[in-house]
T-cell receptor, first 115, second 114 residues
Framework: AQSVTQLDSHVSVSEGTPVLLRCNYS??????LFWYVQHPNKGLQLLLK??????LVKGINGFEAEFKKSETSFHLTKPSAHMSDAAEYFCVVSDRWRSQGNLIFGKGTKLSVKP | DSGVTQTPKHLITATGQRVTLRCSPR?????VYWYQQSLDQGLQFLIQ???????AKGNILERFSAQQFPDLHSELNLSSLELGDSALYFC?????????????FGSGTRLTVV
């Protein structure tokens, strides 16, 4: 069975400082991993995805995530936070080769950015 | 605009009523997924359709049903509504059956049951 754990429900940073949102996953198969972002009263937008190519994945808006199999982690980082990054972030796991595709979402991390 | 269209954006209805939520997938996508987002349960997968056929079921209540039509749009029917059904309902779409490339989500329908 697959699962994903987001280690922090809320992260607060100052504008211009680094962002680290932590995610650990559990999967019996070769996982695909994703980060989605949800701004207030908006839908879910794909930030980046890992699907077995390079372990360091670059996404939109300067975000990156590194797949570490030995640590079963897929943490999301950004060197310098911007006010517009304030949103909820979801780490997501999928079994890459199952024919019944559905994504398993973590409970989300709310990112606050202080001026 | 993600290309996935959900209507209506907001819906307020009374307990015991029935509502229908509609989703048009992104052009070229054959799979449609429905998710429910609530404060206590987070994002829960409800059901998947691929090219008109049901392919996967998640935590979907018996009072809820869905279908995908020949033009690939999908409808989620919620009946005998309860206060606890108040949530944001998302539709997502993808090209194929596999989930390895992620989904494109619509902006959701916010359902309030009073």
């Amino acid at each position: 069975a697959q699962s994903v754990t987001q280690l922090d429900s809320h992260v607060s940073v100052s504008e211009g400082t680094p962002v680290l949102l932590r995610c650990n996953y559990s999967s019996s198969y070769s996982p695909s991993l994703f980060w989605y972002v949800q701004h207030p009263n908006k839908g879910l937008q794909l930030l980046l995805k890992y699907t077995s190519a390079a372990t360091l994945v670059k996404g939109i808006n300067g975000f990156e995530a590194e797949f570490k199999k030995s640590e079963t982690s897929f943490h999301l980082t950004k060197p310098s936070a911007h006010m517009s990054d304030a949103a909820e972030y979801f780490c997501v796991v999928s079994d890459r080769w199952r024919s019944q595709g559905n994504l398993i979402f973590g409970k989300g991390t709310k990112l606050s950015v202080k001026p | 605009d993600s290309g996935v269209t959900q209507t209506p954006k907001h819906l307020i209805t009374a307990t015991g009523q029935r509502v229908t939520l509609r989703c048009s997938p992104r052009s070229g996508d054959l799979s449609v997924y429905w998710y429910q987002q609530s404060l206590d349960q987070g994002l829960q997968f409800l059901i998947q359709y691929y090219n008109g056929e049901e392919r996967a079921k998640g935590n979907i209540l018996e009072r809820f049903s869905a279908q995908q039509f020949p033009d690939l749009h999908s409808e989620l029917n919620l009946s005998s509504l309860e206060l606890g059904d108040s949530a944001l309902y998302f539709c997502a779409s993808s090209v194929g059956l596999l989930s390895n490339y992620g989904y494109t989500f619509g902006s959701g329908t916010r359902l309030t049951v009073v």
